[in-house]
């Protein structure tokens, strides 16, 4: 069964920390990984694209995937309530028409004031 | 910037109705899909469409739905006979290339809410 699996939570942390989502995944030919924020009645907004082993930057928010161990996870740093959202792991396999994405449950993350 | 639309954002019909599902994906962008999310649950891919052809299609997307692309920018989802578990928010997604090379990234439209009675 090819699944993207993430604690659905709620996360809650204070303004101005950290905050640590993560994701597996269970298909080994699995080829990109993004992470997508979702607001409550709203569609899925791109925050990071990661392709390759290691981490990726950009500005508060940092991807790292590790292959090996079909891990990724989103770090956000300085987090503001706005950053108040579910965030969605998805994953594109290259097998099939290699366009689909299958996205886990999401983490639902509250930054609290 | 350039964004995905639909139309509309809200539907509300009755159960053995037929429906149709507007979006008008990024103007430059070649691959197109439509996605469903039921309240409370994940966001489930149903079919991707290149070429004017669809490249894939989950279990979900059967016999009664279909897709075309009408026109040099509209694209469509046609729900033939809508049940009750149909009801959903259904997103239309585009890409500039395969989502699995650089530059595939997949952008969301705003949702149709469906509602099925």
């Known amino acids: 069964q090819k699944e993207v699996e993430q604690n659905s939570g709620p996360l809650s942390v204070p303004e101005g920390a950290i905050a640590s989502l993560n994701c597996t995944y269970s298909?080994?030919?699995?080829?990109?990984f993004f992470w997508y924020r979702q607001y409550s009645g709203k569609s899925p907004e791109l925050i990071m694209s990661?392709?390759?082993?290691g981490d990726k930057e950009d500005g508060r928010f940092t991807a790292q995937l590790n292959k090996a161990s079909q891990y990724v996870s989103l770090l956000i740093r300085d987090s503001q309530p706005s950053d108040s959202a579910t965030y969605l792991c998805a994953v594109n396999l290259l097998t099939g028409g290699g366009n689909k994405l299958t996205f886990g449950t999401g983490t639902q993350l509250k930054v609290e004031l | 910037e350039p964004e995905v639309t639909q139309t509309p954002s809200h539907q509300v019909t009755q159960m053995g109705q037929e429906v149709i599902l507007r979006c008008v994906p990024i103007?430059?962008?070649?691959?197109f899909y439509w996605y469903r999310q039921i309240l409370g649950q994940k966001v489930e891919f149903l079919v991707s469409?290149?070429?004017?052809?669809?490249?894939?299609k989950s279990e979900i997307f059967d016999d009664q739905f279909s897709v075309e692309r009408p026109d040099g920018s509209n694209f469509t989802l046609k729900i033939r006979s809508t049940k009750l578990e149909d009801s959903a928010m259904y997103f239309c997604a585009s890409s500039a290339k395969l989502t699995g090379l650089f530059e595939g990234t997949q952008y969301f439209g705003p949702g149709t809410r469906l509602l099925v009675l």
């Open positions: 469409f290149y070429n004017n052809e669809i490249s894939e």
């Open positions: 990661i392709y390759s082993n």
């Open positions: 298909d080994r030919v699995s080829q990109s």
């Open positions: 103007s430059n962008h070649l691959y």
